[in-house]
């Protein structure tokens, strides 16, 4: 379907941990594809998420916060987020309001500057700060790269987002739809239940845990005569002192994980579900790429 005058195209998201990519890509697609935690790199794999309106399709690429890494895992998801921005017709750069320019800036401006594409530069998080606060900042990055529009908004409270949308439009050429209109993500459904259940695990845990967890979503099958899906989920550590803090005491964190992730779950596939978690430990799993491939990290896919 080409629509006359039907624009489509590919957007990445990019910048430092925690500057509310995921935030802003939920509230475009209207439905949480994208896990989100105050935990940085809490996105590992490239989610994309569809947005389709009566004469524009935009496909939106949440990449992992670009960062120094420190073993293969960081290495894998830097390369994701670098590799992204060949590849895209356009590219946001989102910084938070509240926290400024950090030393991560520089490293993606850097990067920026070597591609051809179009660059917007979004401002997130203005909720969090006065007005006149914004003017230094936009200045300040003013000078660092001559991005193609400068837009302010809140992610979290969907201020300005539709101005984001139609400036991207504005910049989208003609093309074909791509995904059907009810389309809101190309990943399988067992991919984001697993980051469902990682996100309620990022949520209850602190310390060391967040970084050291993956979760591989086993079995999801539907009963016969039955609407409810009975789902296996194995989470994945590398230390048997964090089995122990997944597990809690009695079972009780993980069966709060369960049940926090089975709500999401169940509003994700509009079906009742039957959840089972399992707590596995795999030392060092984040520098092994067989590891990194089983769980599903795999960059031949990108």
């Not at 991005?147 to 093309?175: C, D, H, M, R, W």
């Amino acid at each position: 379907m080409n629509n006359n005058g039907f624009k489509s195209g590919f957007v990445s998201i990019i910048g430092r941990p925690n500057v509310g990519k995921s935030t802003l890509l939920n509230y475009v697609i209207g439905q949480k594809i994208a896990i989100m935690s105050d935990k940085p790199q809490t996105t590992r794999n490239k989610v994309q998420g569809v947005y389709t309106s009566n004469d524009a399709q935009v496909i939106f690429i949440d990449t992992p916060g670009i960062h120094k890494p420190k073993h293969k895992l960081g290495d894998f998801m830097t390369k994701i987020a670098q590799n992204t921005l060949n590849e895209v017709d356009l590219i946001l750069f989102v910084i938070n309001a509240e926290e400024g320019y950090g030393r991560g800036d520089q490293f993606i401006i850097d990067r920026l500057k070597q591609t051809k594409r179009p660059v917007f530069l979004v401002i997130n998080k203005i909720d969090k700060v006065h007005p006149d606060e914004l003017f230094p900042l936009i200045n300040f990055y003013k000078d660092k790269l001559e991005f193609k529009e400068i837009i302010p908004i809140s992610a979290l409270e969907g201020n300005n987002v539709n101005t984001l949308l139609n400036q991207i439009t504005e910049y989208l050429e003609e093309g074909p739809q791509y995904y059907p209109a009810d389309h809101v993500t190309d990943h399988p459904e067992r991919f984001i239940v697993s980051e469902l259940v990682r996100e309620k695990v990022l949520h209850l845990t602190r310390e060391e845990i967040p970084h050291s967890v993956t979760v591989v979503t086993e079995q999801m099958k539907k009963r016969e005569d039955s609407n409810i899906i009975d789902i296996h989920a194995t989470i994945i550590v590398e230390r048997s002192s964090q089995k122990g803090i997944i597990i809690g005491k009695q079972g009780k964190m993980l069966k709060e994980v369960g049940q926090r992730a089975r709500q999401d779950i169940e509003a994700l596939l509009g079906s009742k579900v039957f959840l089972e978690l399992w707590v596995k430990v795999q030392k060092d799993w984040r520098n092994k790429m067989s590891s990194l491939r089983d769980f599903g990290y795999r960059e031949d896919e990108y």
